[in-house]
């Protein structure tokens, strides 16, 4: 193919539609359990070593879940400072594309954020959505200790989850 760049990463079918299957289950279910079987299925599925996944709807009481003791540490300091590209993730329902932690971008827009995250060994961010029909009702948060982001392709299946886990809690979000 010309003029498509060759993405090393891949995923196999089998534990694709499992982690899809899991995610809409748990949804169904609703509760905690959604926001962890999303974030188990990032860590398997994407090559990232910590998620976290915030459910903040319009009414209703905010939902965490972690990967690790470091993304649920950072996420709980996120949500009490208002800072960090979660909650602008969800302010603007729009992603937030791979920021290294070094640049002066995540220094100033996200200080406290910043500061714990690369005390935690972490070194880029990525946030996506969790996306209702009409509104944005949480983020997914990727957290890497490399400088890059993960690829377009893992981006677009961390969207892929993250919409199927939202839209699965409706209509209690």
């Not at 949804?27 to 188990?40: E, H, M, T």
Request: charged letters at 15%; hydrophobic letters at 45%.
């Amino acid at each position: 193919m010309r003029g498509v760049p060759y993405e090393a990463y891949q995923v196999d079918s089998e534990q694709l539609a499992t982690a899809f299957v899991e995610v809409a289950d748990a949804a169904v279910r609703g509760g905690p359990q959604a926001l962890i079987a999303l974030v188990g299925s990032c860590i398997s599925l994407l090559d990232v070593p910590a998620a976290t996944a915030v459910l903040k709807p319009p009414t209703g009481r905010v939902e965490l879940a972690a990967s690790d003791n470091r993304g649920l540490r950072l996420e709980r300091a996120s949500l009490s400072w208002g800072e960090g590209p979660g909650a602008d993730c969800r302010a603007s329902a729009q992603p937030i594309r791979g920021v290294p932690l070094a640049h002066p971008y995540a220094r100033a827009n996200w200080p406290s954020y910043t500061a714990m995250a690369r005390s935690l060994g972490f070194a880029c961010v990525v946030a996506v959505p969790l996306r209702a029909p009409d509104r944005t009702v949480g983020s997914l948060s990727l957290l890497s200790e490399s400088s890059g982001p993960p690829g377009a392709l893992q981006l677009r299946l961390g969207q892929h989850l993250a919409d199927a886990t939202a839209l699965g809690m409706l209509p209690r979000v």
